[in-house]
């Protein structure tokens, strides 16, 4: 951007008197040289990693549970059971697990050669304390807690044999307990209460946390008495990394301006521009590592006018064109989705004809849904009523480019005759919007680690709100046929009769007009050269830097 | 005072000088407390109108998922069940005592928290200052009395940099000095050299004012006899530049520190953001988007707090600049 | 004695100084030999201030100056530059200006001040320099210089910051001395004191070139005079030689202009002189009035009128005390004081701006103080008065000709909606006001701020008139105006005064003023009227030692 | 004193130094240049279709990111559309929330003042006390709390700018009336038995408010940018609308890619502020000149 513009003139003078103010400082900038690969891994160094994410308000996963709290989670904490890249479970802090006939009642058998970092024994007994810690209302758990909803109780049955009792057969449960937000932490450290416990989580982890300096970084130490990584691990035994620096740095730009200049080694949430220069360019390397769970979506409230009428929502969906669009914005770095379902779900299950752009189609399906005027803005009347699509887009949850792609999505429907009014609010604000109903369209992500989270979203469970006011299904889809498809999916324990459930729930739910599927939850990390062995976690994607080294 | 005493001796410096300065200073100290008081009240029940339920916003913000007796037991903690009146007194007996209250989201004192963050924001903005005062003196000084073309370069310069968004210049001053040059890293490292980006950010648009009327008074002051007296003594330019009009062109500056410091305070929210710097700023950006009663209050009063303070000081500084200040026992 | 140029400090002919295309100084010679006084008199653009300027190459932006011969102590400054001109300054010939309250830097001590000189000339430590402040500070009377030198200009008084300023420009005695207007902001009494400096600095050898309006001041202190006019010395020599027997009409018409000494009602503009810029004058009618005690029931009077204001820190200073004073029906009663003492506050009391604490005031005899706003608003037509600032007195947004209409709608305007005067009428009004104070008609559609401070205060004088007042109070009408301006002022006020019988309350610190034009007369001090009396027989024989006082430090022409 | 207060007495010095100008009346290169500047602006205002080359909402993700171009002057964005199109369609909003906000704070500046110098005292204490509140609450920190309470949009960013700027308007205004009426022209009119209703519409008024129009011209500029900060934060103008502010925060996150998507919004605000300013001054110049 330094083609002599005015702006860049005058900041070359205004440069000058910022040297004089530096003084005699050392240049802290550009040491990013390119460091020659070395294949064998070396120990030693400080990994510095910039997160776009939201600061947590608490480092316990436990505590409510969103992906920030994870993303830190996955340096310190760890699971009973993991998964690998195609989606089978593995084994993490538990060896095995054997499910009753009637999958009631789960025995997990865990690893006896365990200590949190605090000393206290990883046993089954820790294990009963933690998910009692994730029932209990008091710790205000809202991910694990959802997760848990088929738990009864844990009992120990041996020192290293945890039984789970539960109240309906839960296929999901394994994936569930992947979950980052289901991690085992020391119940001594439990014990010390919410506060203490927010600041510096115990766990059985590569790294531990050693201070947290609010709105600025959260250092980790390696944990020198490592043993315990999942079973698609690298190597075992503690990090390479000596520590973690983990700093909060919420602008795009400056996180990647930061990489540029070497002062960090990792960042997250880049802009896809950026992504896609970088990747060109060979400067950084590009871990793509899409969220599992739901793709990124937007839903059509069903419940009231006019998407109450299929036909209407039928029509949106033909003219809302965003291929273009997302190739633009994301610059070729994220694929267009056609599924209710994270690409790295298994039973992930796209329909692309749905969801052809087809002009001509959403006029005849409005006409024939008798939004025939139109008034002098082009915008289709029914009986007086305009054909208004309110939008409400969180900030802090849509990118920059997935706005400008509901601009677009805007544009396009304006030609059909819609009236899409897109307000950008903060977090409350926005949920706010939802919980008062009113939108016609939104888009939320979620996150979850199996298809499970189909009965979440599209179950009429859901659609009765929490005390909060909160509930997940937005599109309000209320279908008896969808329902007992998910629930019996969600309780059976023969995989391919789930599959097929969860295919028809989805060809259903496609079907039914309630969704446009744009692509998966991006998730991406840039690194600096000299980073290796960096892996991105196939539970929730969050990166682990247990195998990670800094190559000289 | 004029012709009576001309006979007398030398007049005291300030008649009655002491009590003067001691009842202004009263003055001051019961205003400043006066408006902690209505800031904190205002803040109080404008807080109120906030849609939306405290109780959620202290259970894992919005979207949690709360069960019914976790939210009627925070309302009992928190005594949010309590009526309005006895929460306000509550208040105010809480912050006679210095409490804060508990923050919602990060469930730590919010005294603690801001504790530990206006040291940044302070150094941040004292930097700015200081680097805007160098800066606009230095502006007005080169420009002025130098003829046309510098005075019309200077007063260009004044209006562009006051016109710079902060957000906008500090992407430019990252594009140029972070990724194109490489001088100064473009996140704050905690080392000076991150500070440079962060502090002339702010420093440049409120260079920018403080100029204008640094500019004007110099001009006003190179107009005043006591030039012609200088030059009349074989005072050189400069000189009187350096011995005369600097100080006359640096009172309205004095004057305006209190309300740059607010101004300041304002860019501190985009500046932290974007230089990823630990902050008041960033703090009530993020205690807005959590509905974090506590700490936006406890933001605010502490900006009030410090605007206050700042205003006493620049008051009383401007005194000791200005003695014709004292005298008048201006304002 | 004349100086033969020989062992002149100053040497200077045929000087010239042009901004741009205007020529302002047209060869001016003159020479001044140590310990001998010169003074330059001259009204405002005579040139004069600019002539003493170019002495210290300081004629001003783009100033272009020539001279033919221009040496102070011996070195010729023709073409010098920059440098060398500082070299000179202080140095050689020091400068003191009209008001030190901001000819010194207000922010600095005048010991800082004073040093300044010997640091930039000689480079002296900080020691020595103070040494030597307190040395000059003595010399020039400063009592207690000690402490003197921490105060900043604002902190001493008048006199005293006058005789910093000397002291400052005095610190390298330098042979030359220019005192540019320096009395012109003093009391009478602090004037006279510093004259005495300055003449006994002359008397110390020092050449001191004076520049002044004042004749007056020029009789006390000058051996020669060199009288002033656009740009021309249009008559010099001795102070004797120059006011006692003036060749030239111009200077004629400024002797006779200074009210001092002239009787009461005698013309003060001389007939036809040039200086007059309205030549169309009545001729003085024969009083109008019998005055003084013909009215037995005053015009307007205080009695016992007391007026405080509080004081910043506490307590109340009292700017009236204990006044009883009459004004008669076409009687003027002048009253005199310095700064400070109460003057002005007793005009706005006449003017129910402000009430008495205690004490009346009465108008002919009704209750005129006591009367709330509404009941006195319909009488205020009844007095009428004239500042000393006229151009602050207008709105900024008025031009001459709605002033006055405003003023002539007199009660038409106050209870509005009541019978307006035609456009016409009021048109015809204004015509005759401006007339009567011998202004052009063409004056009515001009701005204030474009007219001459003589027009202004016509301008103010025809507005007090336009509601046909009883009485007028002014309140230092003349102080801020050229002498001749001043003249014609004074004489328009005495003319209307008899035409209409008017009676006049007239504040000024000039004495000569005073005595011109006042019946009787009131001496102020510290807020008490300490005398009071035909002015004759108090300026002749004063009652009160303050009255002797001022009477002797009050400057005048004679010797 | 507030930064407002600063230009008052900017302007007010520069008008004392520049009698003569006020007087000769012939305006300086760079108040034309402003004005003609201006004119501009008003120009896109009204008649934007005509001004600007394309329709600033048309999106063709195809095109996006274009540099500069004959085709597209200042470029396109990362929707495909006009940059200039979008910043021509920008300048109503733009100058709308500008404009609005120094009203607004005008309007409560003139109350409070009003109430002020009139209220007697006991109510210029209490009101002085208030605009010391007002002043405790920094510009973006109270539009801040307002946009809390009252949700982000346009709107509250306008009001919530207004409200900020309002305390220095009051002082402004307070301090101005004060002084007038203790001018010696308005004791003239009191000597010539006026009554204080005639005085207030004669005098007090014209004098004090026409200065305001001015003031407001120079307040215009800083509402525009802080405005632009609100949008930064995301917390300004709705899509699709083109405002500068959101123009520039978009732009911000594709520096990296595409300079001119910030350079072009930012050189509007920037000129419109400085043109606003510049034309204030002169205003102002010709307002005391008249005295």
């Given at each position: 951007m330094r083609t002599a513009t005015p702006p860049a003139r005058r900041t070359r003078a205004i440069g000058l008197i910022a040297v004089a103010l530096a003084g005699g400082v050392l240049l802290a900038g550009c040491q990013a040289g390119e460091a020659p690969v070395s294949e064998e891994p070396v120990s030693g160094g400080t990994l510095r990693y910039a997160s776009g994410d939201a600061e947590p308000s608490c480092l316990d996963p436990h505590v409510g549970g969103n992906y920030p709290q994870a993303l830190l989670a996955s340096q310190f904490l760890e699971s009973l059971v993991s998964r690998d890249e195609s989606g089978e479970i593995i084994p993490w802090l538990a060896e095995s697990w054997e499910a009753s006939a009637d999958g009631l009642s789960w025995e997990f058998t865990l690893r006896d050669d365990v200590e949190f970092t605090d000393g206290t024994p990883f046993d089954a007994e820790a294990v009963k304390v933690n998910m009692e810690h994730l029932k209990d209302p008091a710790t205000q758990s809202s991910t694990g807690y959802l997760a848990l909803g088929k738990v009864d109780r844990v009992e120990v049955v041996a020192s290293d044999v945890a039984r789970f009792v539960l109240t309906a057969p839960d296929s999901a449960l394994l994936e569930s307990l992947s979950q980052p937000w289901l991690a085992i932490e020391s119940p001594a450290g439990l014990a010390r209460g919410m506060e203490e416990n927010c600041q510096a989580p115990i766990g059985t982890g590569a790294f531990v946390v050693d201070g947290w300096v609010k709105q600025e970084r959260v250092s980790l130490v390696r944990n020198d008495d490592y043993v315990s990584p999942p079973a698609d691990a690298a190597h075992d035994g503690p990090a390479y990394l000596e520590a973690i620096d983990w700093r909060f740095v919420p602008d795009a730009a400056s996180r990647y301006a930061a990489l540029q200049g070497g002062q960090v080694d990792v960042i997250d949430n880049p802009q896809p521009d950026t992504i896609a220069a970088a990747d060109e360019s060979g400067a950084f390397a590009w871990l793509d590592a899409p969220r599992p769970g739901a793709s990124n979506r937007i839903e059509l409230n069903s419940s009231q006018a006019p998407f109450d009428d299929e036909r209407v929502r039928e029509a949106f969906i033909a003219a809302a064109a965003v291929d273009d669009g997302i190739d633009a914005l994301y610059f070729g770095t994220a694929a267009r989705s056609f599924s209710a379902l994270s690409s790295v779900e298994a039973l992930a299950y796209s329909e692309p004809a749905l969801f052809e752009t087809d002009l001509e189609r959403a006029d005849a399906l409005l006409d024939e849904a008798g939004w025939t005027e139109r008034d002098d803005d082009g915008t289709r009347m029914k009986d007086g009523a305009r054909l208004v699509l309110r939008f409400p887009v969180s900030t802090n949850q849509s990118v920059p480019a997935e706005q400008s792609l509901f601009e677009q999505v805007q544009a396009a429907a304006k030609e059909a005759g819609f009236d899409v009014q897109i307000s950008l609010l903060d977090l409350s604000s926005w949920y706010g919007a939802l919980f008062a109903h009113e939108y016609e369209i939104v888009s939320a992500p979620y996150t979850k680690v199996g298809p499970d989270v189909l009965r979440i979203l599209y179950h009429s469970d859901s659609i009765t709100p929490a005390p909060s006011g909160y509930f997940a299904n937005l599109a309000q889809v209320n279908n008896p046929e969808i329902d007992a498809l998910?629930?019996?999916?969600?309780?059976?324990?023969?995989?391919?009769?789930?599959?097929?459930?969860?295919?028809?729930?989805?060809?259903?739910?496609?079907?039914?007009?309630?969704?446009?599927?744009?692509?998966?939850?991006?998730?991406?990390?840039?690194?600096?050269?000299?980073?290796?062995?960096?892996?991105?976690?196939?539970?929730?994607?969050?990166?682990?830097?247990?195998?990670?080294?800094?190559?000289? | 005072?004029?012709?009576?005493?001309?006979?007398?001796?030398?007049?005291?410096?300030?008649?009655?000088?002491?009590?003067?300065?001691?009842?202004?200073?009263?003055?001051?100290?019961?205003?400043?407390?006066?408006?902690?008081?209505?800031?904190?009240?205002?803040?109080?029940?404008?807080?109120?109108?906030?849609?939306?339920?405290?109780?959620?916003?202290?259970?894992?913000?919005?979207?949690?998922?709360?069960?019914?007796?976790?939210?009627?037991?925070?309302?009992?903690?928190?005594?949010?069940?309590?009526?309005?009146?006895?929460?306000?007194?509550?208040?105010?007996?809480?912050?006679?005592?210095?409490?804060?209250?508990?923050?919602?989201?990060?469930?730590?004192?919010?005294?603690?928290?801001?504790?530990?963050?206006?040291?940044?924001?302070?150094?941040?903005?004292?930097?700015?200052?200081?680097?805007?005062?160098?800066?606009?003196?230095?502006?007005?000084?080169?420009?002025?009395?130098?003829?046309?073309?510098?005075?019309?370069?200077?007063?260009?310069?004044?209006?562009?940099?006051?016109?710079?968004?902060?957000?906008?210049?500090?992407?430019?001053?990252?594009?140029?000095?972070?990724?194109?040059?490489?001088?100064?890293?473009?996140?704050?490292?905690?080392?000076?050299?991150?500070?440079?980006?962060?502090?002339?950010?702010?420093?440049?648009?409120?260079?920018?004012?403080?100029?204008?009327?640094?500019?004007?008074?110099?001009?006003?002051?190179?107009?005043?006899?006591?030039?012609?007296?200088?030059?009349?003594?074989?005072?050189?330019?400069?000189?009187?530049?350096?011995?005369?009009?600097?100080?006359?062109?640096?009172?309205?500056?004095?004057?305006?520190?209190?309300?740059?410091?607010?101004?300041?305070?304002?860019?501190?929210?985009?500046?932290?953001?974007?230089?990823?710097?630990?902050?008041?700023?960033?703090?009530?950006?993020?205690?807005?988007?959590?509905?974090?009663?506590?700490?936006?209050?406890?933001?605010?009063?502490?900006?009030?707090?410090?605007?206050?303070?700042?205003?006493?000081?620049?008051?009383?500084?401007?005194?000791?600049?200005?003695?014709?200040l004292a005298q008048e026992g201006a304002r | 004695m004349t100086a033969n140029g020989a062992d002149a400090v100053l040497e200077l002919e045929e000087l010239r100084v042009a901004f741009g295309h205007e020529e302002v100084v047209r060869g001016v010679s003159l020479t001044i030999a140590p310990g001998e006084c010169v003074a330059i008199v001259g009204e405002s653009g005579s040139g004069k201030s600019v002539t003493a300027r170019s002495l210290?190459?300081?004629?001003?932006?783009?100033?272009?100056?020539?001279?033919?011969?221009?040496?102070?102590?011996?070195?010729?400054?023709?073409?010098?530059?920059?440098?060398?001109?500082?070299?000179?300054?202080?140095?050689?010939?020091?400068?003191?200006?009209?008001?030190?309250?901001?000819?010194?830097?207000?922010?600095?001590?005048v010991g800082r001040e004073i040093g300044d000189a010997l640091r930039i000339h000689d480079r002296m430590p900080r020691g020595a320099r103070r040494t030597r402040t307190l040395e000059v500070l003595a010399d020039v009377g400063m009592p207690d210089p000690a402490a003197a030198v921490n105060r900043r200009s604002g902190e001493l008084s008048g006199g005293l910051r006058q005789r910093a300023l000397l002291a400052s420009a005095l610190v390298l005695d330098p042979p030359l001395l220019i005192a540019d207007e320096p009395t012109t902001a003093l009391d009478a009494t602090v004037q006279a004191r510093v004259l005495e400096?300055?003449?006994?600095?002359?008397?110390?050898?020092?050449?001191?070139?004076?520049?002044?309006?004042?004749?007056?001041?020029?009789?006390?202190?000058?051996?020669?005079?060199?009288?002033?006019?656009?740009?021309?010395?249009?008559?010099?020599?001795?102070?004797?030689?120059?006011?006692?027997?003036?060749?030239?009409?111009?200077?004629?018409?400024?002797?006779?202009?200074?009210?001092?000494?002239?009787?009461?009602?005698?013309?003060?503009?001389?007939?036809?002189?040039?200086?007059?810029?309205?030549?169309?004058?009545?001729?003085?009618?024969?009083?109008?009035?019998?005055?003084?005690?013909?009215?037995?029931v005053p015009l307007l009077a205080f009695d016992?009128?007391?007026?405080?204001?509080?004081?910043?820190?506490?307590?109340?200073?009292?700017?009236?005390?204990?006044?009883?004073?009459?004004?008669?029906?076409?009687?003027?009663?002048?009253?005199?004081?310095?700064?400070?003492?109460?003057?002005?506050?007793?005009?706005?009391?006449?003017?129910?701006?402000?009430?008495?604490?205690?004490?009346?005031?009465?108008?002919e005899g009704e209750p005129w103080s006591e009367l709330g706003e509404r009941e006195r608003r319909p009488r205020r037509r009844?007095?009428?008065?004239?500042?000393?600032?006229?151009?602050?007195?207008?709105?900024?947004?008025?031009?001459?000709?709605?002033?006055?209409?405003?003023?002539?709608?007199?009660?038409?305007?106050?209870?509005?909606?009541?019978?307006?005067?035609?456009?016409?009428?009021?048109?015809?009004?204004?015509?005759?006001?401006?007339?009567?104070?011998?202004?052009?008609?063409?004056?009515?559609?001009?701005?204030?701020?474009?007219?001459?401070?003589?027009?202004?205060?016509?301008?103010?004088?025809?507005?007090?008139?336009?509601?046909?007042?009883?009485?007028?109070?002014?309140?230092?009408?003349?102080?801020?105006?050229?002498?001749?301006?001043?003249?014609?002022?004074?004489?328009?006020?005495?003319?209307?005064?008899?035409?209409?019988?008017?009676?006049?309350?007239?504040?000024?610190?000039?004495?000569?003023?005073?005595?011109?034009?006042?019946?009787?007369?009131?001496?102020?001090?510290?807020?008490?009227?300490?005398?009071?009396?035909?002015?004759?027989?108090?300026?002749?024989?004063?009652?009160?030692?303050?009255?002797?006082?001022?009477?002797?430090?009050?400057?005048?022409?004679?010797? | 004193m507030s930064e407002l207060e600063l230009r008052q007495t900017t302007v007010d010095a520069e008008a004392a130094h520049d009698r003569e100008w006020a007087r000769r009346g012939r305006p300086r290169a760079g108040t034309v240049i402003a004005g003609a500047f201006v004119v501009l602006l008003l120009a896109a205002t009204a008649f934007p279709a005509f001004v600007a080359t394309q329709d600033p909402n048309a999106i063709s993700a195809a095109d996006a990111f274009q540099p500069p171009s004959t085709a597209h002057w200042f470029g396109t964005d990362e929707s495909g559309r006009d940059i200039?199109?979008?910043?021509?369609?920008?300048?109503?909003?733009?100058?709308?929330?500008?404009?609005?906000?120094?009203?607004?704070?005008?309007?409560?500046?003139?109350?409070?003042?009003?109430?002020?110098?009139?209220?007697?005292?006991?109510?210029?204490?209490?009101?002085?006390?208030?605009?010391?509140?007002?002043?405790?609450?920094?510009?973006?920190?109270?539009?801040?709390?307002?946009?809390?309470?009252?949700?982000?949009?346009?709107?509250?960013?306008?009001?919530?700018?207004?409200?900020?700027?309002?305390?220095?308007?009051?002082?402004?205004?307070?301090?101005?009336?004060?002084?007038?009426?203790?001018?010696?022209?308005?004791?003239?009119?009191?000597?010539?038995?006026?009554?204080?209703?005639?005085?207030?519409?004669?005098?007090?008024?014209?004098?004090?408010?026409?200065?305001?129009?001015?003031?407001?011209?120079?307040?215009?500029?800083?509402?525009?940018?802080?405005?632009?900060?609100?949008?930064?934060?995301?917390?300004?103008?709705?899509?699709?609308?083109?405002?500068?502010?959101?123009?520039?925060?978009?732009?911000?996150?594709?520096?990296?890619?595409?300079?001119?998507?910030?350079?072009?919004?930012?050189?509007?605000?920037?000129?419109?502020?400085?043109?606003?300013?510049?034309?204030?001054?002169?205003?102002?110049?010709?307002?005391?000149?008249?005295?």
């Amino acid at each position: 951007m330094r083609t002599a513009t005015p702006p860049a003139r005058r900041t070359r003078a205004i440069g000058l008197i910022a040297v004089a103010l530096a003084g005699g400082v050392l240049l802290a900038g550009c040491q990013a040289g390119e460091a020659p690969v070395s294949e064998e891994p070396v120990s030693g160094g400080t990994l510095r990693y910039a997160s776009g994410d939201a600061e947590p308000s608490c480092l316990d996963p436990h505590v409510g549970g969103n992906y920030p709290q994870a993303l830190l989670a996955s340096q310190f904490l760890e699971s009973l059971v993991s998964r690998d890249e195609s989606g089978e479970i593995i084994p993490w802090l538990a060896e095995s697990w054997e499910a009753s006939a009637d999958g009631l009642s789960w025995e997990f058998t865990l690893r006896d050669d365990v200590e949190f970092t605090d000393g206290t024994p990883f046993d089954a007994e820790a294990v009963k304390v933690n998910m009692e810690h994730l029932k209990d209302p008091a710790t205000q758990s809202s991910t694990g807690y959802l997760a848990l909803g088929k738990v009864d109780r844990v009992e120990v049955v041996a020192s290293d044999v945890a039984r789970f009792v539960l109240t309906a057969p839960d296929s999901a449960l394994l994936e569930s307990l992947s979950q980052p937000w289901l991690a085992i932490e020391s119940p001594a450290g439990l014990a010390r209460g919410m506060e203490e416990n927010c600041q510096a989580p115990i766990g059985t982890g590569a790294f531990v946390v050693d201070g947290w300096v609010k709105q600025e970084r959260v250092s980790l130490v390696r944990n020198d008495d490592y043993v315990s990584p999942p079973a698609d691990a690298a190597h075992d035994g503690p990090a390479y990394l000596e520590a973690i620096d983990w700093r909060f740095v919420p602008d795009a730009a400056s996180r990647y301006a930061a990489l540029q200049g070497g002062q960090v080694d990792v960042i997250d949430n880049p802009q896809p521009d950026t992504i896609a220069a970088a990747d060109e360019s060979g400067a950084f390397a590009w871990l793509d590592a899409p969220r599992p769970g739901a793709s990124n979506r937007i839903e059509l409230n069903s419940s009231q006018a006019p998407f109450d009428d299929e036909r209407v929502r039928e029509a949106f969906i033909a003219a809302a064109a965003v291929d273009d669009g997302i190739d633009a914005l994301y610059f070729g770095t994220a694929a267009r989705s056609f599924s209710a379902l994270s690409s790295v779900e298994a039973l992930a299950y796209s329909e692309p004809a749905l969801f052809e752009t087809d002009l001509e189609r959403a006029d005849a399906l409005l006409d024939e849904a008798g939004w025939t005027e139109r008034d002098d803005d082009g915008t289709r009347m029914k009986d007086g009523a305009r054909l208004v699509l309110r939008f409400p887009v969180s900030t802090n949850q849509s990118v920059p480019a997935e706005q400008s792609l509901f601009e677009q999505v805007q544009a396009a429907a304006k030609e059909a005759g819609f009236d899409v009014q897109i307000s950008l609010l903060d977090l409350s604000s926005w949920y706010g919007a939802l919980f008062a109903h009113e939108y016609e369209i939104v888009s939320a992500p979620y996150t979850k680690v199996g298809p499970d989270v189909l009965r979440i979203l599209y179950h009429s469970d859901s659609i009765t709100p929490a005390p909060s006011g909160y509930f997940a299904n937005l599109a309000q889809v209320n279908n008896p046929e969808i329902d007992a498809l998910l629930a019996s999916a969600a309780s059976t324990s023969d995989p391919a009769e789930r599959a097929a459930q969860y295919e028809q729930a989805q060809r259903l739910i496609l079907g039914g007009h309630y969704l446009l599927p744009l692509y998966d939850q991006q998730n991406s990390f840039l690194l600096s050269p000299k980073v290796q062995g960096a892996r991105a976690l196939p539970t929730v994607s969050t990166p682990s830097f247990s195998d990670a080294w800094l190559a000289e | 005072m004029t012709g009576r005493s001309a006979g007398t001796g030398v007049p005291a410096p300030r008649r009655g000088a002491p009590g003067r300065a001691a009842r202004h200073l009263a003055l001051l100290l019961g205003g400043a407390v006066f408006v902690l008081w209505a800031v904190a009240t205002l803040t109080f029940f404008a807080i109120r109108l906030i849609p939306g339920d405290p109780a959620q916003a202290i259970l894992g913000g919005p979207g949690s998922q709360a069960s019914q007796e976790a939210l009627d037991q925070v309302r009992r903690d928190y005594g949010l069940d309590q009526p309005l009146v006895v929460q306000y007194l509550a208040m105010l007996g809480r912050l006679v005592t210095g409490d804060l209250g508990t923050s919602y989201s990060l469930k730590v004192p919010v005294a603690e928290l801001l504790g530990a963050q206006i040291g940044g924001t302070l150094l941040l903005a004292m930097c700015s200052l200081a680097t805007a005062w160098v800066l606009a003196l230095g502006l007005s000084l080169w420009s002025t009395g130098r003829g046309r073309v510098a005075s019309a370069l200077g007063q260009g310069i004044e209006l562009v940099a006051a016109a710079l968004p902060h957000f906008w210049l500090a992407a430019v001053l990252i594009a140029v000095f972070s990724t194109g040059l490489g001088w100064f890293p473009p996140v704050a490292t905690g080392t000076p050299a991150g500070f440079v980006l962060p502090v002339t950010t702010l420093a440049i648009p409120l260079a920018g004012f403080l100029a204008q009327v640094m500019r004007e008074s110099l001009l006003d002051a190179m107009r005043q006899p006591f030039v012609v007296s200088a030059r009349a003594r074989g005072e050189s330019a400069l000189g009187i530049r350096f011995r005369h009009t600097i100080r006359h062109a640096a009172l309205p500056g004095i004057s305006l520190s209190g309300w740059a410091l607010g101004w300041l305070l304002s860019g501190a929210v985009v500046v932290e953001t974007i230089f990823a710097m630990p902050g008041l700023g960033r703090t009530l950006l993020q205690a807005v988007t959590l509905r974090d009663i506590p700490v936006v209050t406890g933001v605010v009063l502490l900006v009030a707090l410090v605007y206050v303070v700042m205003t006493v000081l620049t008051d009383l500084v401007a005194r000791v600049a200005d003695p014709r200040l004292a005298q008048e026992g201006a304002r | 004695m004349t100086a033969n140029g020989a062992d002149a400090v100053l040497e200077l002919e045929e000087l010239r100084v042009a901004f741009g295309h205007e020529e302002v100084v047209r060869g001016v010679s003159l020479t001044i030999a140590p310990g001998e006084c010169v003074a330059i008199v001259g009204e405002s653009g005579s040139g004069k201030s600019v002539t003493a300027r170019s002495l210290l190459g300081m004629a001003g932006e783009g100033a272009r100056v020539e001279a033919e011969r221009l040496r102070i102590a011996g070195r010729d400054l023709r073409g010098a530059g920059e440098r060398e001109w500082r070299r000179v300054r202080g140095r050689q010939a020091g400068l003191v200006l009209q008001d030190a309250l901001v000819a010194l830097d207000p922010l600095r001590p005048v010991g800082r001040e004073i040093g300044d000189a010997l640091r930039i000339h000689d480079r002296m430590p900080r020691g020595a320099r103070r040494t030597r402040t307190l040395e000059v500070l003595a010399d020039v009377g400063m009592p207690d210089p000690a402490a003197a030198v921490n105060r900043r200009s604002g902190e001493l008084s008048g006199g005293l910051r006058q005789r910093a300023l000397l002291a400052s420009a005095l610190v390298l005695d330098p042979p030359l001395l220019i005192a540019d207007e320096p009395t012109t902001a003093l009391d009478a009494t602090v004037q006279a004191r510093v004259l005495e400096l300055l003449a006994e600095i002359s008397g110390r050898g020092t050449a001191v070139l004076l520049i002044s309006h004042d004749l007056a001041v020029v009789a006390r202190l000058a051996d020669r005079v060199l009288v002033m006019r656009e740009g021309r010395v249009v008559e010099q020599g001795t102070v004797d030689e120059v006011l006692g027997a003036p060749s030239e009409p111009y200077t004629r018409a400024l002797i006779a202009a200074v009210p001092a000494e002239v009787p009461r009602g005698a013309l003060l503009s001389s007939e036809g002189s040039p200086v007059i810029a309205h030549p169309e004058r009545v001729p003085i009618a024969p009083r109008a009035v019998s005055r003084g005690e013909s009215a037995d029931v005053p015009l307007l009077a205080f009695d016992g009128v007391v007026k405080t204001f509080p004081n910043r820190g506490g307590g109340r200073f009292t700017a009236v005390e204990e006044v009883s004073l009459a004004v008669h029906a076409g009687e003027t009663v002048g009253l005199v004081g310095e700064s400070g003492s109460g003057k002005t506050t007793l005009a706005r009391l006449a003017l129910a701006l402000t009430t008495p604490d205690r004490g009346v005031v009465t108008l002919e005899g009704e209750p005129w103080s006591e009367l709330g706003e509404r009941e006195r608003r319909p009488r205020r037509r009844r007095i009428g008065a004239i500042y000393q600032d006229a151009l602050s007195s207008f709105d900024p947004r008025w031009n001459v000709g709605r002033i006055l209409a405003d003023a002539a709608g007199g009660q038409a305007a106050n209870d509005a909606g009541a019978r307006h005067p035609s456009r016409a009428n009021t048109a015809r009004r204004v015509a005759e006001l401006l007339d009567q104070v011998g202004l052009a008609g063409g004056v009515a559609v001009r701005e204030p701020l474009t007219l001459s401070g003589g027009q202004r205060q016509r301008v103010a004088i025809a507005r007090a008139l336009a509601a046909a007042p009883e009485i007028l109070v002014c309140d230092e009408p003349v102080s801020a105006l050229d002498v001749t301006i001043q003249a014609q002022i004074l004489d328009l006020l005495d003319e209307l005064q008899r035409e209409r019988g008017l009676a006049m309350l007239f504040i000024s610190h000039d004495l000569g003023v005073v005595r011109h034009m006042a019946d009787r007369v009131a001496v102020m001090q510290a807020g008490r009227i300490v005398e009071t009396g035909p002015a004759e027989r108090v300026f002749a024989a004063p009652g009160h030692p303050y009255t002797a006082r001022l009477v002797a430090d009050a400057p005048r022409l004679a010797r | 004193m507030s930064e407002l207060e600063l230009r008052q007495t900017t302007v007010d010095a520069e008008a004392a130094h520049d009698r003569e100008w006020a007087r000769r009346g012939r305006p300086r290169a760079g108040t034309v240049i402003a004005g003609a500047f201006v004119v501009l602006l008003l120009a896109a205002t009204a008649f934007p279709a005509f001004v600007a080359t394309q329709d600033p909402n048309a999106i063709s993700a195809a095109d996006a990111f274009q540099p500069p171009s004959t085709a597209h002057w200042f470029g396109t964005d990362e929707s495909g559309r006009d940059i200039y199109s979008r910043i021509v369609a920008g300048t109503g909003t733009s100058l709308l929330i500008g404009v609005t906000a120094t009203v607004i704070g005008l309007a409560l500046g003139l109350l409070l003042g009003v109430l002020a110098s009139f209220g007697g005292r006991v109510v210029d204490f209490g009101v002085g006390r208030l605009v010391e509140v007002l002043f405790a609450f920094p510009g973006l920190l109270l539009a801040l709390l307002v946009i809390v309470v009252a949700g982000p949009g346009p709107v509250t960013a306008t009001i919530a700018v207004g409200l900020s700027t309002a305390p220095g308007y009051a002082r402004i205004i307070r301090g101005q009336l004060v002084s007038i009426r203790s001018s010696q022209y308005v004791e003239a009119a009191r000597v010539l038995g006026r009554p204080p209703r005639r005085i207030l519409i004669a005098h007090l008024l014209p004098n004090a408010l026409l200065p305001l129009v001015v003031l407001g011209t120079l307040g215009i500029g800083q509402a525009i940018v802080w405005a632009a900060a609100l949008s930064y934060l995301g917390l300004g103008a709705q899509p699709p609308a083109a405002e500068w502010g959101a123009m520039l925060s978009a732009g911000r996150t594709y520096l990296q890619t595409a300079w001119w998507m910030t350079v072009f919004p930012g050189l509007a605000i920037v000129g419109t502020t400085i043109a606003t300013t510049v034309l204030g001054r002169a205003l102002a110049r010709r307002e005391r000149g008249a005295r």
